[in-house]
Nanobody, 120 residues
Framework: QVQLVESGGGLVQPGGSLRLSCAAS????????MTWYRQAPGKERELVAQ????????NYADSVKGRFTISRDNAKNTVYLQMNSLKPEDTAVYYCNAHDSTWFGDIDYWGQGTQVTVSS
């Protein structure tokens, strides 16, 4: 069955770094655009970074540009989010999403989320 499993979250001090991973299985990973979203307490889920299936194009939220980098390894069916210069406002649950647009509709898969806490 389809699975997206995030890992790498945790507690980090402001200015620190974390690398999130999302391991995918059960579908043709390279066909899907991959996106990291996050949701902070009391706030709506927001897009953080996305990457196309071949990894050629990326897109970032303004709030993370220059600090976060999304990448993927299609041989390992894994997408990564390198997060540097972390700020307390980056605290959230981070979710991995796989998306494909087909002739019969959109397909979306979600992971369970991983908590990132930035605090001193």
């Amino acid at each position: 069955q389809v699975q997206l499993v995030e890992s790498g979250g945790g507690l980090v001090q402001p200015g620190g770094s974390l690398r999130l991973s999302c391991a995918a299985s059960g579908f043709t990973f390279s066909r899907y655009a991959m996106t990291w979203y996050r949701q902070a307490p009391g706030k709506e889920r927001e897009l953080v970074a996305q990457i196309t299936g071949a990894g050629v194009s990326t897109n970032y939220a303004d709030s993370v540009k220059g600090r976060f980098t999304i990448s993927r390894d299609n041989a390992k069916n894994t997408v990564y989010l390198q997060m540097n210069s972390l700020k307390p406002e980056d605290t959230a649950v981070y979710y991995c999403n796989a998306h494909d647009s087909t002739w019969f509709g959109d397909i979306d898969y979600w992971g369970q989320g991983t908590q990132v806490t930035v605090s001193s």
